[in-house]
């Protein structure tokens, strides 16, 4: 499971370094894959949100972190694993994607 302070701080390290950066997508997508993984496992929204966005995380990365949570959620859990890994991927690259069109 992905330790919500770790990737919190990747995020904020990579903005900080430089908001144009390349890291910062990619450690968006490893986020997005984190949470898409809890998603595909069963793990309800309420225990994501709740392990994942604490009361006292700095709201830019609470929105970011509520924002993937929420998008993951909007898909639909798959009951075969090769189904749950596509989704995964998928999402993950869907998420980095948006990342780097932002960047341009």
Known sequence: M???NAAALAIIAALSASPASSGVCNE????????MALRQGGMPVAQT??????????KPIADLFMSIILQ???HIGYSSEKARQRSIVEFANMITVACYKELK
């Open 2 to 4: 992905i330790h919500r």
């Open 49 to 58: 949100i709740d392990a994942l966005v604490p009361e006292d995380m700095e």
């Open 72 to 74: 993951a959620y909007g």
């Open 28 to 35: 968006m997508g490893s986020l997005a894959e984190s949470i």
